[in-house]
C-alpha cells in the first residue's frame, strides 16, 4: 500500500479512471487542491508517488497562482527521490519546465482526439509500451512542450511535438488525457469555462462534433487507460531505493 500525493488544480480536472485504479489496490490518496488553497505547502516525507493533475493555467502564471512554484519545487523533490512521478496535461509542462525544457504556445490549440504516434523506443517502456501504434486520444492543451534533455520521448503528435517522455525509471509527463472517461468528457462540454474556450481556440469545433468523436474513439481510449496506468501503478508496488529528499 502506498500513500499518494495528487496535486489537482480545479475541480473539473480529477484523477478520473485512476481514482478507483488506485483504491482497488488499496492505495492511499491526499488530494491538495489548489483551488480551494493556494497557499498549500505540503511536503512529500509521507508520501511514495505524486501525481500533478491538468489544469487552466498556464507554466508562466506563478506571479497570478503562486502554488505553481510550490508544485515545481515537488516535482524537483519527488524525481531527486526516484518516486514513481506522474505528470498529467498541466503536470507535465511543469515537470519539462522543471527538467529545463522549453514549454510554451503551441501554433494551434489541441482539443479533442488527436492521433498519438509511439516512437522508436516506445515499445521498450515499462508504462507507455502498450502504446503499439498510432491512436487517437483526448486532448485540451493550448500550450505544449520539447521533450527534455536526459529524458526520453515516448509519444509524438503531428500537431505539436512531444506528447509523453520519461525521465529517469520513475517519472512519466502526458501531454493527453487518458484519465478522462464519458462522464467527465461530458462534463467539461457543459461547463462554460470549457465550451467558451473551445469556441475561441478557432478550431470550428462544436461540443456536439467533441461528444460524437467521443462515441467513436474513446473505448479504444479507456483500453490504453488501463493498461498504462496499470504499468505506472506497479512501479508504486515495486522497491525503490533510498533518497533523502532534497539532497540534490
Same mark, same amino acid.
Given at each position: /500500500?502506498?500513500?499518494?500525493?495528487?496535486?489537482?488544480?480545479?475541480?473539473?480536472? =480529477?484523477? #478520473?479512471?485512476?481514482?478507483? /485504479?488506485?483504491?482497488?489496490? *488499496?492505495?492511499?490518496? %491526499?488530494?491538495?487542491?489548489?483551488?480551494?488553497?493556494?497557499?498549500?505547502?505540503?511536503?512529500?516525507?509521507?508520501?511514495?508517488?505524486?501525481?500533478?493533475?491538468?489544469?487552466? /493555467?498556464?507554466?508562466?502564471?506563478?506571479?497570478?497562482?503562486?502554488? $505553481?512554484?510550490?508544485?515545481?519545487?515537488?516535482?524537483?523533490?519527488?524525481?531527486?527521490?526516484?518516486?514513481?512521478?506522474? #505528470?498529467?496535461?498541466?503536470?507535465? &509542462?511543469?515537470?519539462?519546465?522543471?527538467?529545463?525544457?522549453?514549454?510554451?504556445?503551441?501554433?494551434?490549440?489541441?482539443? #479533442?482526439?488527436?492521433?498519438?504516434?509511439?516512437?522508436?523506443?516506445?515499445?521498450?517502456?515499462?508504462?507507455?509500451?502498450?502504446?503499439?501504434?498510432?491512436? =487517437? @486520444?483526448?486532448?485540451?492543451?493550448?500550450?505544449?512542450?520539447?521533450?527534455?534533455?536526459?529524458?526520453?520521448?515516448?509519444? @509524438?503528435?503531428?500537431?505539436?511535438?512531444?506528447?509523453?517522455?520519461?525521465?529517469?525509471?520513475?517519472?512519466?509527463?502526458?501531454?493527453?488525457?487518458?484519465?478522462?472517461?464519458?462522464?467527465?468528457?461530458?462534463?467539461?462540454?457543459?461547463?462554460?469555462?470549457?465550451?467558451?474556450?473551445?469556441?475561441?481556440? *478557432?478550431?470550428?469545433?462544436? =461540443?456536439?462534433? $467533441? %461528444?460524437?468523436?467521443?462515441?467513436?474513439?474513446?473505448?479504444?481510449?479507456? &483500453?490504453?487507460?488501463?493498461?498504462?496506468? *496499470?504499468?505506472?501503478?506497479?512501479?508504486?508496488?515495486?522497491?525503490?531505493?533510498? @533518497?533523502? $529528499?532534497?539532497? %540534490?
Amino acid at each position: /500500500m502506498a500513500r499518494v500525493l495528487v496535486l489537482k488544480h480545479v475541480v473539473a480536472e =480529477p484523477l #478520473g479512471l485512476l481514482d478507483p /485504479m488506485l483504491r482497488e489496490r *488499496g492505495h492511499r490518496i %491526499r488530494y491538495v487542491n489548489f483551488a480551494r488553497d493556494p497557499d498549500a505547502r505540503p511536503r512529500l516525507d509521507r508520501y511514495q508517488a505524486l501525481i500533478v493533475l491538468g489544469g487552466p /493555467m498556464q507554466v508562466d502564471d506563478a506571479q497570478t497562482h503562486p502554488h $505553481l512554484l510550490t508544485e515545481c519545487h515537488l516535482i524537483e523533490q519527488a524525481m531527486a527521490a526516484d518516486m514513481p512521478v506522474l #505528470g498529467i496535461c498541466l503536470g507535465a &509542462q511543469l515537470m519539462a519546465h522543471v527538467l529545463g525544457a522549453p514549454v510554451g504556445p503551441c501554433e494551434e490549440p489541441e482539443i #479533442g482526439w488527436y492521433d498519438l504516434k509511439p516512437t522508436n523506443v516506445t515499445s521498450h517502456d515499462p508504462v507507455l509500451c502498450p502504446l503499439e501504434d498510432r491512436r =487517437p @486520444v483526448y486532448q485540451w492543451h493550448h500550450w505544449g512542450f520539447d521533450c527534455p534533455a536526459d529524458s526520453v520521448s515516448l509519444a @509524438v503528435s503531428d500537431q505539436s511535438g512531444c506528447q509523453a517522455f520519461r525521465h529517469g525509471e520513475r517519472a512519466w509527463g502526458f501531454q493527453f488525457h487518458l484519465e478522462l472517461d464519458e462522464r467527465l468528457i461530458r462534463r467539461w462540454l457543459t461547463l462554460p469555462f470549457y465550451r467558451k474556450d473551445l469556441a475561441a481556440a *478557432g478550431l470550428r469545433k462544436t =461540443p456536439e462534433d $467533441l %461528444r460524437e468523436a467521443t462515441q467513436q474513439h474513446l473505448p479504444q481510449s479507456l &483500453q490504453l487507460a488501463d493498461q498504462v496506468f *496499470g504499468n505506472w501503478l506497479g512501479l508504486l508496488e515495486s522497491p525503490r531505493r533510498r @533518497v533523502i $529528499l532534497g539532497s %540534490r
